[in-house]
């Protein structure tokens, strides 16, 4: 039923629109139309009437007469429910109380309403009895009133929803008049979210100054209490403290026996902590939430309960699809309840602009016509296009040569514009037809068709929907009557990969012909022209210039080129032959550089050429310093000039070198870059002052050291790196990644002294692994003496040490692994294999052991026993164990508290001696197997699940004699430890591998 009030019937809801769009009609009026919500309401009325005649009757006064007053209030309603208006509804009263109006007094009334016109508000009143004073009255009576569509318990019985807020809000409407029936409000969409309340209050809505300006204006006045709201109070001594309303508070509490101020209008300036942070109804006398009560202390605007306020209520709608706006009332009695009737409408909310195609002319067009015609199709699928919103908009355009619209070329509208074009329909819209008016000069056109939907989306046709910028949209129409000019030409400019002009490209083999305007690339062919006198191979034509194709020219070359056929502009207009330019030289001279050498420890020879002739001497310029002077010049086009390392800044380094040289034509020609040495076609050399990152010393890596303190081993037959890691990298680029090339370096002089004997030489024992890196390999080294070894090198360039590099080198012995044993049976195992593994050298007779037991499951035998022979103190041939092995756990008695130790081979060992294999310990799946822990890197302990990986094992024992045994379990975070030996128990059988 959308349409609007005139497409109501009674006790139905209407919508003003059918289509709305975000961003077109954003604005839904709702009407609804019910009569028996048109209730009169009750006026105690003091006057004046509608021509300010005062409530009074003069005197003197005499019975009989009449006066008559035309009330501002009405129609008058039927008050007493007698079926008519008449006198009987209109009371007449005192001012100040419901009493008769008896100025005697003698008891009787002074005045009567003699007769009532309700329609148009005339009341007529006799004077009935002697008055003896002006006699003051009001006018008690019931009249029409604007009233709202609120039900008996105060709730909005029209709701607003959409497909994106199913649920919706109620909305108040107001009646358009007094009589009318019809009540309206307006409501906002969105993409964003719904919403009913705002922070700030619409005074146009609850009619009511609520900041104290005077007016009922302001569409946003901030929740607080205004000084001038509040008759000028200084409600914030503590801020402003001059008594001036100047101020609003709008947070915090205010003491009302500081200001004395009733501010929340409760009758008394007792309270000491009022909420800053609200509109108080009582204060202002006025209802500001639409509940029917001047009660509330409010703090957010109700948009959608104030019908008549500028700030309306906004209902979300989808901003990715169309939606549906839904307005529903349930019709309301006489009562203000609610009935079973209810009455809808709907809104289609759309988003896509109106499409435009079948433009014609094609954009870039160029036409002799002076009139020319303007075509454009115009559809819209979803509301449809508003056939009056169709215009052509046609812009002077300043183009720039290239034949297209582009940002900043569209100038103002000509003549006419927009235009209002002749229309037809056509499936989903309109063609549109325009015929300029004549167009006088050549000018270029830009012009583009515009439309709207009747959602009120607005759209535009667009020449090129891949590029953007408001201009661009723009078709490019050209009206020429003018043939081509050949304007100049030039030698060496050409066309770059995206077809664009490149003035720098310095092409030998190019020559571009400019013409005043864009040519027909049809009409162009290679024999068009000569260039020198000779027809170039290609010509290559791009808006108003023509790239002809040539042999290779000469540097400083300016060839004449001449149109030796025809060509035409985009028009049509043809150019003869006869045109002819001699063309500039924009080729710049080529410049070489060559140098004397890439790496350098003093000076460096630097040459430069060109392939014409330049003015003067070339720049040259280092690290991109000042130019440098003395060049020489020994040959034609040759120029030479040695630069020191001063020059070149005197610290390492890559050294940059530029330079350039300007031909009679003004154009330049360079090498090199002035400071980026990672530029494409940079020239560069190292400058290297010293060896290894100015002189630093060797780095030594000895196996066997711990790398703590001065360098030691325990090995007798070691690797001794030795490091010249700063050779390499002695100098960074601006983004400090290293740009040295350079690391060789050689050791010239290498000797090796043992504590204060005579130097050996040993040149020529080391083996070099990388540029900077050596490896020597030292044997039969003696424990307790300490070794120097002695040496110098030279680097790529030359630099050497100017002292030679010395290292000490201190052998010791190897620290014993010690295994600490309680009186009883203990239950350990090796961490290191011992040098001499025999049992009597493991277990001396010092060592109060007496019984050593190792337990192999995989054995028929599984119990190997060993006894300390009593008579000898040994243990003897006969004994099971003979030599002790890691991996292995051993059950040990001991008969006292007692360390043993013992010499051992670290696995990390990294000497010239192989050190020892890592074992693989075999388990047996469903027995108990005798275990050890065994370290490869020298730690102490590991956990107890890594350990045991490679075994699908249930659980571990250790044992101890304090303290017994020790359950370790899978997942319990537990660790086994070097000298401790474990019952392991696995499921199957598998191998734990260290």
Do not use: C
Not at 80 to 90: A, E, P
Not at 794 to 820: C, F, P, W
């Amino acid at each position: 039923m959308s349409g609007g009030i005139s497409a109501q019937d009674a006790n139905q809801a209407a919508a003003d629109l059918t289509w709305a769009s975000p961003s077109g009609n954003t604005t839904i009026t709702v009407t609804v139309n019910d009569s028996d919500i048109n209730r009169s309401g009750a006026q105690n009325d003091s006057g004046p009437d509608q021509y300010d005649n005062a409530f009074t009757i003069a005197i003197p006064a005499v019975v009989g007469d009449t006066h008559t007053f035309v009330v501002a209030n009405f129609p008058i309603a039927d008050r007493n429910g007698d079926g008519s208006v008449n006198s009987l509804d209109v009371t007449i009263y005192n001012p100040g109380a419901d009493t008769i109006v008896d100025t005697g007094p003698n008891g009787t009334a002074d005045l009567a309403v003699q007769s009532v016109d309700g329609d148009n508000g005339v009341i007529v009143i006799r004077v009935v009895d002697n008055v003896i004073v002006a006699a003051d009255f009001r006018l008690v009576y019931n009249s029409a009133v604007v009233n709202v569509s609120t039900d008996a318990d105060g709730a909005e019985p029209t709701v607003i929803s959409s497909n994106e807020n199913i649920t919706g809000f109620g909305l108040r409407l107001a009646e358009t008049g007094k009589t009318t029936g019809l009540y309206s409000a307006t409501v906002e969409i969105a993409t964003t979210v719904s919403q009913t309340d705002f922070a700030a209050f619409d005074e146009t809505g609850v009619g009511v100054d609520l900041n104290g300006d005077g007016d009922v204006t302001d569409l946003a006045v901030a929740v607080g209490l205004y000084e001038a709201a509040y008759g000028g109070a200084d409600l914030d001594p503590a801020l402003d403290g001059d008594g001036n309303a100047i101020t609003v508070v709008t947070a915090g509490t205010v003491d009302e026996t500081v200001t004395g101020t009733d501010l929340n209008g409760d009758g008394d300036a007792l309270d000491v902590a009022v909420a800053a942070a609200a509109f108080y109804e009582a204060a202002y006398g006025v209802d500001l939430n639409g509940d029917g009560d001047t009660a509330d202390a409010v703090t957010q605007y109700a948009a959608n309960l104030f019908p008549n306020g500028s700030v309306r209520p906004i209902i979300q709608v989808s901003s990715t699809a169309n939606d549906v706006i839904t307005i529903t009332y349930t019709d309301l009695d006489g009562d203000l309840e609610r009935t079973a009737i209810q009455s809808t409408d709907s809104v289609t909310v759309e988003s896509t602009d109106p499409a435009f195609s079948g433009l014609s002319p094609a954009s870039g067009s160029a036409t002799t016509d002076v009139t020319p015609d303007i075509v454009a199709d115009v559809t819209d699928s979803d509301s449809g296009v508003t056939e009056a919103s169709i215009a052509i908009e046609v812009h002077v355009w300043a183009d720039d040569g290239d034949g297209k619209v582009q940002e900043g070329e569209v100038g103002v509208p000509i003549a006419g514009s927009p235009f209002t074009p002749t229309t037809s329909a056509i499936t989903g819209g309109f063609r549109a037809t325009t015929t300029l008016p004549q167009q006088i000069g050549d000018p270029d056109l830009a012009w583009r068709a515009v439309a709207t939907d009747v959602a009120g989306n607005a759209g535009a046709s667009d020449s090129d929907a891949s590029d953007t910028g408001a201009d661009i949209s723009y078709q490019a129409l050209s009206v020429d009557n003018t043939p081509p000019s050949l304007l100049e030409a030039f030698a060496g400019h050409a066309l770059d990969a995206d077809g664009a002009l490149d003035v720098a490209a310095n092409s030998a083999t190019t020559v571009r012909a400019r013409f005043d305007e864009s040519l027909d690339a049809d009409s162009v062919v290679p024999s068009d022209f000569t260039v020198g006198g000779v027809t170039p191979t290609a010509a290559n034509v791009s808006s108003g210039n023509v790239y002809l194709t040539v042999s290779s020219l000469a540097p400083s070359a300016t060839p004449e080129v001449e149109l030796v056929g025809k060509v035409s502009d985009r028009a049509g207009n043809e150019l003869g032959a006869g045109s002819k330019k001699t063309a500039s030289d924009v080729i710049a001279p080529t410049i070489s550089v060559t140098l004397g050498a890439s790496l350098t420890n003093d000076t460096v020879k630097v040459s430069i050429t060109s392939d014409e002739d330049i003015i003067g001497s070339p720049t040259l310029r280092i690290n991109g310093n000042a130019a440098l002077g003395g060049l020489t010049n020994p040959g034609a086009r040759l120029w030479e000039r040695t630069v020191t390392k001063a020059e070149a800044d005197g610290v390492d380094g890559r050294v940059t070198v530029y330079a350039e040289g300007r031909d009679a034509s003004g154009n330049v020609g360079s090498k090199g870059s002035l400071t980026d040495g990672g530029a494409t076609g940079a020239v560069t050399y190292e400058l290297d002052l010293a060896i290894n990152d100015n002189g630093a010393e060797p780095i030594y890596v000895v196996s066997g050291d711990d790398a703590v303190g001065a360098p030691e081993t325990s090995e007798v037959n070691p690797f001794v790196r030795i490091q010249f890691n700063g050779e390499g990298t002695e100098y960074e680029d601006d983004a400090a990644a290293d740009v040295d090339t350079h690391a060789l370096v050689t050791i010239t002089t290498l000797t090796l002294t043992k504590d204060a004997e005579t130097a050996v030489d040993i040149l020529g024992t080391e083996v070099r692994r990388t540029d900077s890196e050596f490896v020597l390999a030292l044997t039969g080294l003696s424990v307790g003496s300490t070794y120097t070894i002695t040496l110098n090198a030279e680097d790529e360039i030359g630099n050497v040490y100017a002292l030679d590099q010395t290292m000490s080198l201190d052998v010791v012995a190897r620290a014993k692994v010690a295994l600490a044993l309680q009186p009883g049976m203990n239950l350990v195992s090796f961490p290191e294999a011992p040098v001499e593994p025999g049992i009597n050298e493991v277990f001396p007779a010092s060592s109060n052991v007496d019984v050593v037991l190792a337990y192999d499951p995989s054995q028929d035998v599984p119990w190997l026993v060993s006894q300390r022979n009593t008579g000898t103190g040994l243990f003897g041939s006969e004994a099971e164990i003979q030599t002790i092995q890691i991996g292995l756990g051993y059950w040990v008695q001991s008969t006292g508290f007692n360390d043993i130790s013992y010499s051992s081979r670290p696995f990390i060992q990294a000497g010239v001696v192989p050190p020892p294999v890592p074992p693989a310990i075999p388990v047996v799946g469903g027995q108990s197997n005798l275990v050890g822990f065994v370290s490869l890197t020298g730690a102490a302990n590991a956990l107890t699940d890594t350990y045991f990986q490679g075994v699908t094992w249930q659980v571990a024992y250790s044992f101890a004699p304090d303290s017994g045994w020790t359950a370790l379990r899978p997942g319990d975070a537990s660790t086994v430890v070097e000298g401790k030996g474990y019952i392991l128990f696995a499921a199957a059988n598998g191998w734990v591998t260290p």
